[in-house]
């Protein structure tokens, strides 16, 4: 097959999860608005769709939110205090695996159109071009941007149009996190699962998909290219 684009997921496959960023921060933002671990994790998790497709604007418009849900008083400190921890943890997130920017230059090289195609809330957008993705691919469809989430196939078709290719010329590289490869599949994509050896998707509940999976698979984002028809280096 030869492709025209690749399309990458990219919490688990460009970039590390986020736990592996946060380290610790879900304790912090309990902390800061002075609630048992437990209570704040359910109603963060009360939240979870609505922060993937844009019901919250900004950062604090879902600090609010989540503190409504918990019982607590307005308080400014406690929401500015929670939107710098936020901020914080979303730039360490967005920081490329190792072999993200090599992989995606030999494909650009080649000819081929990257895209990246996310489901992630606000606090992604508002940071987006801090990080060092950004730059790295030729289009970006953030889920909270668009209003649109996967496995939904209208943000897939997003991505294609902006590249200007069809479908069936796509190759979409994901862990297999929201059913994300079933819904590349679905619109016409080949759907590749990137599992790296460090990351046990059975410990992350949205990752089903990948538990399940029996279509191709890699352990590294180098081995893209092989699927893809480009040489390495």
Request: hydrophobic share 45%; charged share 25%; with cysteine.
């Amino acid at each position: 097959m030869t492709y025209k684009a690749v399309i990458f997921d990219m919490f688990g496959t460009l970039a590390d999860e986020p736990s592996h960023a946060f380290g610790g921060i879900m304790e912090r933002w309990a902390q800061t608005a002075g609630v048992p671990q437990e209570a704040f994790d359910r109603a963060w998790r009360q939240t979870m769709t609505g922060r993937s497709v844009g019901e919250f604007p900004s950062i604090e418009a879902y600090a609010r939110h989540v503190f409504g849900l918990l019982g607590l008083e307005e308080d400014p400190a406690r929401v500015e205090r929670f939107v710098a921890l936020r901020r914080e943890a979303s730039r360490k997130a967005l920081t490329p695996r190792a072999d993200a920017a090599p992989v995606i230059d030999a494909l650009q090289r080649a000819g081929l159109g990257v895209a990246m195609v996310s489901n992630c809330s606000i606090d992604v957008v508002e940071v987006w071009e801090e990080g060092a993705i950004a730059p790295l691919v030729d289009r970006a469809v953030l889920s909270a941007e668009v209003g649109l989430a996967k496995p939904d196939a209208r943000i897939y078709r997003l991505a294609v149009e902006m590249l200007g290719v069809a479908p069936a010329d796509c190759l979409y590289v994901g862990d297999g996190g929201d059913y994300e490869l079933t819904g590349a599949r679905n619109v016409g994509m080949d759907p590749l699962l990137i599992c790296v050896p460090y990351e046990d998707p059975a410990r992350v509940a949205y990752k089903q998909e990948a538990l399940r999976w029996t279509g191709p698979r890699v352990s590294s984002l180098t081995e893209v290219l092989a699927y893809a028809g480009v040489k390495a280096g």
